[in-house]
Each structure stands twice: as structure tokens, then as C-alpha cells.
């Protein structure tokens, strides 16, 4: 699917409430000298690793690439089980710890760069496993529910016990207009399976809401990372309910607002970027907004890992020039 130089691992994991269950492990294949360096890549929901461009950016960069599929999602779907739901997002730690320990065998350094809701996921992930990567990088990050105060209050209240008794309950379906953006067969710049990140997404379920809420406060109460980690927003947010000229150039689907006020909860080290024209995937936003991402992300990995970490931490709230 990726085409040549790509291959892919299936990581088999412990048989869960839904039976047997996968994750996979996919590698840009090595064509330079060796390095000790190593990322993997952890996607958003309605997603799977596709980016091509990433990987090959990274491996520019003396980086071996790495992108995991969780269970459920992309590669790792399966006949019987139902895609990209699950009631505890905390299941993913096994597939995560299995994936980071194929890159340690080999590397030295390693370093999560996660999008959306898997940014939700590894930052709650590694708060409980001190030491195991070098850094975090976090792009446009669910630090939040992008909603009004009711939804983050009342109606999250309400879903909690819903999705304690009725956990498949449908309570939402995604707007498809940032899909309609992306995708090339839509007018987009982007070529993907839409069986596996589909226009409407899967359907969103309490049970799965509620799991995503309990995470976000989590961060809330903060966490205490010690990895350096790297937060990327775009530099506003628009919305995502119809079609506009700028579903690519600010967040539609996230509140970069809320990334920006719980950035400093994930940890003592926490540096935030922010670029304009960016879309909600930053590594997806048109140019040159595509471009001053990655290089932010390089060139701040290429501080903080490559070089050793400085003595003091980098400064919160800072962005690109």
C-alpha cells in the first residue's frame, strides 16, 4: 500500500473483551548508513499511517521511521470486531510498549511523535513509564473536548453513565468536509484508503467518549512527563461543519486554544509551536506551512536528542518565526 522501501510487523496482542486483536508495526526501510536514532509515528482517530512524505522527511533527517497502526484501526481491523472502538484507550499501552521495544533493540534514542487523539493516548501512556523514550512530539494534540460549555460539562456527565450501560450507543457521526479537503479524489492533495479513514469517520460511541473524557482529565489534573516534550498547533482554529476556503489552513477539528492552555500540564518540559496556515494533521496542511512544521519538529528533535538535552527547559508559548 505504501509502495517499495515500506514493510510492516504484525504485532499480535492478548486476546481482549472482543476477542483476538492486532496491532501493526510499519518501517520506512533504511537506505543510508546505520543510525541509532528512531520515531514512531502514532496516529489520530478515523486514521492510519499514510504518510509517506513524514517518514521519508524523518529519514533525511538520520532518523529511522517507524508508524504504528493500534488495534482497531487501519492495517490492524479485523472481520468481528468493530473499528477504532474501545471503552479504555488505555489498552493501546500494550501495543505501544511492544512497538517502542522493537525500536530499542536497535536504537538508542527514541521518539513518539503522535497525532490528535493519539496525542491523547501517549501522553497518558508515558506518564506512567518514566525513562522509556528521549521525546514527545505532539501534533495538534485532544487535550480537550472542542465543544461549549454545556458538552464539556453537563452532557459529559450524562455520557458518562450512558457509556458505562449503553457503551455502543452511536452519539455522534463526524462532519466530512475536512475529508473532502484532503483527499484526492475530492479535489485534496492526499491519496489514502477511504475504507480506513473514511469522509464521516467511524461512528463515535459512548462508551468510547467516555474513555476519551476520563483521559482529558487526566491532563487536566496534569501530568508529569519527563521526556522534553514538543506540543505543534496550527495557529487558529475554524470550523468544521460545512465547506470553507480555510478547512486547510486552521484546525477544524480541534480548539488549538485548548492545546495551548494544557500544554504546560503535560510535564516540566514542554515547548509549544505554533504555525499559521496550518491544517488540523500539520504534516497534511498545504504549503509552506507543511514545510515550516516539519522543520520545527527536526530541527527542535535535533536540540533536544541528537545534541543531549539542555540543562533548563525550553520556554512554553514560544512559536515559529
Known sequence: MLGDGWSQLTLELPPDRYGPAVATLVRRDPTGPATHRAVLHVHGFADYFFQRHLGDAFAADGWDFYALDLRDYGRSTRPGREPEFTTDIAVYAQELDRAVGVLRADHDAVVVHAHSAGGLVVPLWLNERPGLV???????????????RFERGPLTAVLDVVGRVAPRLKVREMDPYYGYALHRSSG????????????????????????????????ARGLHIE??????????????????????????????????????RLGPDVTLVRIPGGAHDLSLSPEPARTRYIAAVLGWLDERVRTGHPSSPASSGGSTP
Not at 480506513?196 to 463515535?204: E, H, L, M, N
Not at 498547533?233 to 488549538?256: C, E, K, M, N, R
Open 188 to 219: 485534496g492533495e492526499w491519496d489514502y484508503d477511504l475504507a480506513w479513514k473514511p469522509y464521516r469517520a467511524f461512528p463515535v460511541r459512548a462508551g468510547w467518549v467516555r474513555s476519551i473524557r476520563a483521559g482529558h482529565r487526566r491532563v
Open 227 to 264: 521526556a522534553p516534550v514538543l506540543v505543534v498547533a496550527s495557529g487558529a482554529s475554524g470550523p468544521g461543519d460545512h465547506a470553507h476556503d480555510a478547512l486547510l489552513t486552521t484546525d477544524v477539528i480541534l480548539d488549538v486554544r485548548d492545546m495551548v492552555a494544557r500544554a504546560p
Open 134 to 148: 528521549d521525546a514527545l512530539v505532539l501534533n495538534s494534540p485532544w487535550l480537550d473536548l472542542n465543544g461549549s
